[in-house]
Each structure stands twice: as C-alpha cells, then as structure tokens.
C-alpha cells in the first residue's frame, strides 16, 4: 500500500489566481493521476501525470489550464490556472504500484470567490 | 467518459441490516473495484474483483460480478453506523502502454441510522 499525502487540504482563492496542489507518496508508484470531483458526483480523470515529460490529459482538460509536474516517482503539482467560480471542486491525487488498485490523497477542498 | 452506474444513488438503513448496491458498466474491463469515500475526502480501496471471478469475500463484504450482464454488486452485512459513507464502483481498463486506468460511477450515498 501507499500513503499519499496532499496539501492543501482546503483553500478559498480568488478569481484570476493561480493554485499549485502538491502530492507526495512515501513510496515508489508506477502511475499518478488528478481527478476532480464535483459536489456530490463522482470522480472525473483530468490527466496521468507522468515523470520526466508532460502530462496526459484527458477530453476537456488542457495543459494551460492545469499544468502538472511530475518531476520523480513520488511527487506531482497539479495547478489550478486563472481560476473562476466553475473550478470551485475537490481536487484528488491518486497513484497505483504494481497492480490497479488505487491509493488516493485527502484532497483538496477549492472554493473561488 | 463515465462507464459504472451504480444503484440506488441514495440508501438508507437502519443499523444491523444488509445494504446492497449495484454497479452496471458498459466496456470490457480487467477488473472492477469498489471504494469508500467518506464526506467528500479521500477514497479508500475496498475490494478488487477480477473479470474472470465471480463472487469474493472481504469481512463483512461481497462483492459478486456478472461480465455477462456487466454488472457488479456490493453487500455489507450487519451494517454499522460507521458504514455510512458514499460508495463508488470502478472498472479498469488496459489503456495501454502498461497501464490501467480506472473510470468511476455516480456513487451509492449510504446511510446507517444508529
């Protein structure tokens, strides 16, 4: 298993700002993932962050809006770019090791005012 | 694209009873997995099926899958008050390249009244 740890656990930002979510897992995963979960829906995949080159993004989500870093095997940034009310979310790191089953961080509670 | 589609979206049970949810997907997968989420936070791995089982057992837990009907089920016996949680099923899928992804459903919201 793995422990994933995110930060910031909540954050209210204002509109036109810029927030980075940070994700460290205290063991080497093979895949690290984003996702974005609505108020009461489920989880929708904004991309694979993959080490050492860029990430792959999912329909609807592109990289100016949220850039990701996955610069080694254990950490990744997702950043939520010029954001508007419509990115108010819960933002979720996830990662696997050798087979699917899915570790995920705390996540991280967003309001835009 | 969201495959799983669970069912009902809202349970609610009084504590010491059985509370079953259902799963339906519409690809072929490589396995079919169920998680915890409680109150909007991280979700917890539950149980992991694999395509070619039908029934497994995790403590007060079954799960069953039928790849025929593409569906799945989660029962928790003797449920508990601290059972009450949102369920989610997820289907894996080869998405190549070594790699699996996982696409959740809609979510059961259960809840075990005391």
């Known amino acids: 298993s793995a422990v994933i740890s995110q930060k910031p656990s909540r954050d209210i930002c204002q509109r036109g700002t810029s927030l980075t979510i940070q994700c460290q897992v205290d063991?080497?995963?093979?895949?690290m993932f984003w996702y974005r979960q609505q108020p009461g829906q489920s989880l929708t995949l904004i991309a694979t962050a993959n080490q050492g080159s860029e990430a792959t993004y999912e329909s609807g989500f592109v990289i100016d809006k949220f850039p990701i870093s996955r610069p080694n095997l254990t950490f990744s940034t997702l950043t939520v770019s010029n954001m508007s009310p419509e990115d108010s979310s819960i933002y979720l790191c996830?990662?696997?090791?050798?087979?699917?089953?899915?570790?995920f961080g705390q996540g991280t509670r967003l309001t835009v005012v | 694209s969201q495959q799983g589609e669970e069912d009902p979206q809202a349970l609610s049970i009084q504590e010491g009873e059985n509370a079953t949810m259902n799963c339906s997907y519409k690809t072929s997968i490589n396995n079919l997995q169920w998680y915890r989420q409680n109150s909007g936070r991280g979700l917890v791995h539950l149980i992991l099926i694999r395509s070619n089982e039908r029934e497994k057992h995790s403590g007060r837990l079954r799960v069953t899958l039928d790849t025929s009907k593409k569906s799945s089920s989660l029962l928790i016996t003797a449920s508990r008050a601290a059972d009450t949680a949102s369920y989610f099923c997820?289907?894996?899928?080869?998405?190549?390249?070594?790699?699996?992804?996982?696409?959740f459903g809609k979510g059961t919201k259960l809840s075990v009244i005391p």
């Open positions: 996830s990662a696997t090791g050798e087979g699917t089953e899915a570790f």
């Open positions: 997820a289907t894996a899928a080869y998405s190549g390249a070594g790699s699996y992804q996982l696409t």
């Open positions: 063991s080497q995963v093979t895949m």
